[in-house]
């Protein structure tokens, strides 16, 4: 059984007030809250079974990422809403689009699969108002193709995650922070 919880009407409106319409529930946002708290630093208790300290990694060489769920993004000054590591590589994409005009410009800098309009058979997901649609890929390299983006276009990104309590996860349970930003930049 699910516990219930109680909020005065003052509380849940501060809830709505950040909640994104048709998207979030009450316990989404209260996931957001606890995932920034725990991205400021703070600490787990032992049946959390983590530290809340982050493991810095080299952006250029990460280690493994397998088994990770990504918990904050941003690309360049924007957070991402409900982040995971394709959408930070989709988020660039369209960046790109903007930056440099057309498909074929992105194509050039893009180690991704890119098709020409709407395509959504073998992994593939368009991406609306770009006009193109972009393969999915694990998480290993939509952080690899992300990167090159970034770089290409000289933005910031930063991203924190989780590894899970799982075999083959290169950290269980510790969290991970990646961050890369052009030279003379925070």
Known sequence: MMPT???SDKT???LQALA????DTPESVINRLLD??????AQ???????????????????GSLSHTRVRTAKVGSEPLH?????????????????????FEAVATISGSNLRKGKYEAEGFTFLNGAGFS??????N?????????????????????TWYEKEGAANPGKWGHLHWAPAGTQ
């Open 82 to 102: 409900q982040p995971h590591w394709n959408k930070v590589l989709r988020e660039l994409h369209i960046k790109a689009l903007k930056k440099l005009g057309s």
């Open 134 to 139: 972009i393969q999915g890929v694990d998480s």
């Open 141 to 161: 390299l939509a952080w690899q193709h992300s990167l090159a983006l970034a770089k290409a276009l000289s933005l910031p990104l930063d991203v924190t995650f």
């Open 12 to 14: 849940f409106s501060r």
């Open 20 to 23: 994104v319409p048709f998207v």
């Open 44 to 62: 787990v208790g032992e049946a959390g079974g983590s530290s809340g300290q982050k493991l810095e990694l080299d952006p250029n060489f990460p």
């Open 36 to 41: 920034s708290n725990f991205d400021a630093g």
């Open 5 to 7: 919880i109680q909020l």
